[in-house]
């Protein structure tokens, strides 16, 4: 039971380079999530998906598309880097249902550099 | 604006020392606060509290919620070196699906 995985680990493009970061859960969760986080920010929400065949924009979506494959993956796309994307990308996922939807469970993170 | 707000935003004890951390938010449409703890990489799951006064305890951390003041606060006994690690406050609120408010975290070090 690996739980949120995500690959790649590290990665670091230039600018104006495309790139798709994957997750993927074994929890049989519905919701998923993507999060940045930034230094003196805190983690914040970029994209989720509440159930498989839906997806919803976070507090900073601007840059980033998503998509939904199937319920145990969710990959998240940055089609035209900037410096400005660079961050550590965390997925996560959670069930349904009272409450359950905030207990959510994190992967190990992807760490982008964008020059 | 919802905003979550920890303190302090570091703090350097020693092994077997008990300390506190705070947690105080505003936010519109309150749902549940949590509590997780960062080591190097993901943040891991510690507690979910929703109902003010009911403390949630285990091992040596436990945590509790006042409703009526805003606030949270962790609690760790006995610190161990392997509480090092930064501590992450997160607000659920209403209105759309698992959103989360973090707060900036507190970094804890545990020096032997």
């Known amino acids: 039971n690996a739980g949120v995985t995500q690959t790649p680990k590290f990665q670091v493009l230039k600018t104006g380079q495309s790139m798709t970061l994957q997750c993927a859960q074994d929890?049989?969760?519905?919701?998923m999530y993507w999060y940045r986080q930034d230094p003196g920010m805190g983690l914040r929400l970029i994209y989720y998906s509440a159930s498989e065949g839906t997806t919803d924009k976070g507090e900073v979506p601007n840059g980033y598309n998503v998509s939904r494959l199937n319920k145990r993956e969710f990959s998240l796309r940055l089609e035209s880097a900037a410096p400005s994307q660079t961050s550590v990308y965390f997925c996560?996922?959670?069930?349904?249902?009272?409450?359950?939807?905030?207990?959510?469970?994190f992967g190990p993170g992807t760490r982008l550099t964008v020059t | 604006e919802d905003k979550v707000v920890q303190s302090p935003l570091s703090l350097v004890v020693h092994e077997g020392d008990t300390v506190t951390l705070n947690c105080s938010y505003e936010v519109t449409n309150f749902r549940s606060l949590l509590w997780y703890k960062q080591e190097k990489k993901a943040p891991t799951f510690l507690f979910m509290l929703t109902s003010s006064g009911i403390e949630k305890k285990s091992g040596r951390l436990s945590s509790i919620l006042d409703k009526k003041e805003l606030f949270s606060i962790l609690n760790i006994t006995a610190t161990q070196t392997g509480d090092s690690a930064v501590y992450l406050c997160a607000v659920g609120v209403g209105g759309s699906q698992g959103n989360l408010i973090f707060g900036k975290g507190t970094k804890l070090s545990v020096k032997p």
């Open positions: 996560a996922s959670s069930g349904t249902g009272l409450f359950l939807d905030y207990e959510q469970y």
């Open positions: 929890m049989n969760h519905n919701s």
